[in-house]
């Protein structure tokens, strides 16, 4: 999978929980969840879950701590998938 | 310091299924698990905790500047009490709840003599911020007061710590 499909994929999965349209339109790598789409806090556990599912891979807690922009989610599910293919 | 939290609890029931398989386990410890499973009013016990996680890291972001997610990291103890304690790596924050029919509101402090000195303010309040935290402007008195906003739903809570020092 390339970068591409990652970021269409995880737009995908972001849009239900999305709290400001225009943010969403306009999303760029440094996007915030919370301060840029206005996504609920507690919803962010959805994504998560969401991502896991979508890509097929287990998320810790240390991995989760981080995930409060587009970039930053990124490069958790690479490094996460780049585990995976090691197994 | 002062966090807050409110959850409409319509919002809540329409925004989010914390039924949904590894929803509880990624953001609560196994005793609170044990305490929503246990409890008569689950919905209410999962949105009790949430808001009291919530408004305490929110002191954490403004101490720290850290901006993480990890709601597992901060474990509420006495969440049936009125006023209960969060613990996040040694540091404990104590919280008081306010739960009705409408909505979970938390306040979190530092200290408990802090409970004392909370005053709940409207959106006409003159805000600033430094470094990213919010102050409550109090030009009599020449003092800055930590203030935290929270939004929700139908609802919005706006709370500042009085001090007593001239702190501008």
Request: charged share 25%.
């Amino acid at each position: 999978m390339n970068k591409e499909e990652t970021i269409l994929k995880l737009k995908a999965i972001i849009k239900p929980f999305v709290n400001n349209e225009e943010a969403f339109e306009n999303m760029s790598e440094t996007t915030d969840f919370i301060t840029d789409l206005n996504i609920n806090s507690a919803n962010i556990v959805d994504i998560i879950l969401d991502v896991e599912e979508a890509f097929a891979i287990t998320i810790d807690n240390q991995s989760m701590e981080k995930m409060l922009t587009i970039n930053a989610t990124l490069e958790v599910i690479e490094t996460k998938l780049a585990e995976n293919d090691r197994k | 310091m002062i966090g807050n939290d409110i959850v409409d609890l319509e919002s809540a029931l329409t925004e989010s299924n914390w039924k949904r398989k590894g929803y509880l386990n990624k953001i609560f410890t196994k005793n609170e698990q044990l305490l929503i499973l246990k409890s008569n009013y689950p919905d209410i016990m999962v949105w009790n905790l949430w808001s009291k996680k919530e408004a305490s890291y929110k002191i954490y972001n403004q101490i720290t500047g850290n901006r993480i997610y990890n709601p597992l990291q901060f474990e509420c103890f006495d969440s049936e009490q009125y006023i209960g304690i969060v613990k996040n790596n040694g540091v404990s924050y104590y919280t008081r709840t306010e739960i009705n029919s409408l909505y979970i509101h938390t306040i979190s402090v530092l200290n408990l003599d802090d409970f004392e000195k909370i005053r709940f303010e409207d959106r006409n309040s003159e805000i600033i911020k430094i470094n990213g935290i919010p102050f409550l402007k109090n030009r009599d008195k020449n003092v800055l007061n930590p203030i935290s906003i929270s939004n929700h739903g139908r609802f919005e809570k706006i709370v500042s710590l009085l001090q007593t020092q001239s702190t501008f």
